[in-house]
């Protein structure tokens, strides 16, 4: 009976020209071939002001070994110390100075302190005797309730909403709290107009008004990724960082981004580059997880320049995540990357249904999901190249797929979208998307029900 049942569909496809689908069609062009974002720089902040009521502090008189100035000055900021004590380091005052506690601050958002200071330097020496830092709140309670207000953040509004990725799924995980920032967030533009405005350069604006510029970007971004691998840590029973981040500064374009190790390899993002402001919610992953190559506009004369913030030994020079992945053909023209219903659902502006990929990997079509118009089954899709496809479509016969439909050769233009309308009676099949050069499908398996 199934047999004579599939032979009978067969027959009338066969009759009627197929006319159950709808020969695709070219319905527009994303509409962003040539994306001029506008890119911020000099969203890091460098200040240090002389204060002479500091000159009376009493030198620290010390015995034995002294600890790292970093870890003791993160110790004191954390502590929320008024004047912290420093003439037993014997720093000299000068701009590594000013660099090595800018590090400082941005290493850890739970600092509540801007990185402008001041301080006083003996006369003789130079030697730096104490600084006293420029905090975001008065006192050591409203910092506290500051950083629970943070991590409740990064818990609700990243981690999870990421908890549904598998955990050996570390690049999906990255790559959807990545696109959750730029979607929530926004370049503090207006308030940057504002000399006086030093609270966009703080990760805590960012997570109060979801409004900062890049130094409270990164400082942001940098805590997330720590909390999720902490997270990831726990769930795969090990003390060793399946993430590890930090930090790259230009000085000369005074911007600084941030850089991840995953797999044992160091990778730039820049979220503030990304986040175009021509497309609220969007993500352009021009940056998202890139080689030192691909960071040319980054740096003014040499790379050189580049400062990575105290970390030693940073070299982004693999190319893993340049090619091969959806998010380095369409989705890095323009879009918002969710994880849904165990797939990546892939967001652009034009239209509402999302093209689907089942894990992190390009195939040369991306389509949506089934949905109704109509009383019609739609279908839309987008090639990232010029491409030649045979469409067919096969049902399931007790557990077997039978070709019992093909639907001619289409012509695919890059960044056109198509559509394939599919009469309802349609069920209980797969379309398909095939090339004769290749015994590789084109596109993910599309159920039709």
């Known amino acids: 009976m199934k047999k004579a049942l599939l ?15 709808v020969s695709a069609r070219e319905d527009e062009i994303l509409p962003f071939d040539d994306v001029n974002a506008e890119l911020p720089t000099g969203g890091v902040l460098f200040e240090a002001e002389c204060d002479e009521s500091l000159s009376n502090i009493e030198p620290v008189r010390t015995r034995g070994t002294l600890k790292p100035i970093k870890e003791y000055l993160e110790e004191e900021l954390l502590a929320h110390e008024k004047v912290i004590k420093l003439s037993q380091y014997q720093y000299v005052f000068g701009g590594d100075f000013q660099r090595m506690y800018h590090d400082v601050i941005v290493s850890n958002y739970k600092i509540m302190a801007y990185t402008g200071f001041k301080y006083w330097a003996d006369n003789e020496t130079n030697f730096v005797t104490a600084v006293s830092p420029q905090y975001i709140f008065d006192t050591v309670e409203e910092d506290v309730e500051a950083r629970a207000f943070m991590d409740e953040q990064i818990r609700a509004q990243y981690l999870d909403k990421v908890s549904n990725i598998p955990y050996t799924d570390v690049a999906g995980k990255i790559l959807v709290i990545y696109d959750l920032f ?22 805590y604006n960012l997570f109060k008004y979801n409004r900062a510029v890049c130094q409270g970007n990164s400082i942001a971004l940098k805590g997330i990724y720590d909390a999720l691998n902490e ?3 726990q769930e795969m029973g090990t003390d060793e960082d399946i993430i590890e981040t930090g930090f790259c500064r230009s000085n000369g374009k005074k911007h600084i981004w941030n850089v991840v190790k995953i797999g044992g390899k160091w990778y730039h993002l820049d979220v503030t580059w990304d986040d175009n402001p021509q497309y609220e919610e969007y993500a352009l992953h021009r940056y998202f997880l890139v080689s030192d190559d691909q960071m040319n506009d980054h740096k003014v004369d040499d790379i050189e320049e580049w400062d990575y913030c105290g970390l030693e030994g940073v070299v982004c ?10 998010f380095n053909d369409i989705a890095q023209k323009v879009s918002r990357i969710a994880y849904e219903s165990g797939k990546y659902n892939i967001y652009v502006p034009v239209m509402e249904q999302p093209f689907v990929a089942d894990n992190l990997k390009s195939t040369k079509i991306l389509a949506t999901d089934v949905f109704i118009e109509n009383e019609k089954q739609i279908i839309r899709y987008i090639s990232k190249e010029d491409v030649t496809s045979t469409l067919f479509v096969a049902r399931y016969d007790e557990g077997h797929m039978t070709k019992f439909g093909e639907f001619g050769t289409k012509e695919l233009k890059a960044n056109g979208i198509n559509t394939i309308r599919i009469n309802n009676w349609l069920s209980n099949c797969r379309l398909f998307h095939w090339s004769e050069e290749s015994l590789t499908p084109l596109c993910r398996v599309i159920d039709l029900e």
């Not at 032979?7 to 689908?21: D, E, P, R, T």
């Not at 020079?317 to 959806?326: A, H, L, M, S, V």
Request: charged content about 30%; some cysteine; glycine content about 6%.
């Open 7 to 21: 032979l009978i569909l067969v027959i009338v496809f066969a009759l009627h020209g197929f006319c159950g689908i």
């Open 182 to 203: 730029c979607e929530k967030n926004a370049y503090a533009y207006e308030e940057a107009e504002d000399p006086d405005n030093k609270d966009i350069f703080t990760a």
């Open 231 to 233: 997270q990831l840590k």
């Open 317 to 326: 020079d693999d190319k893993k995540y340049e090619t091969g992945y959806f």
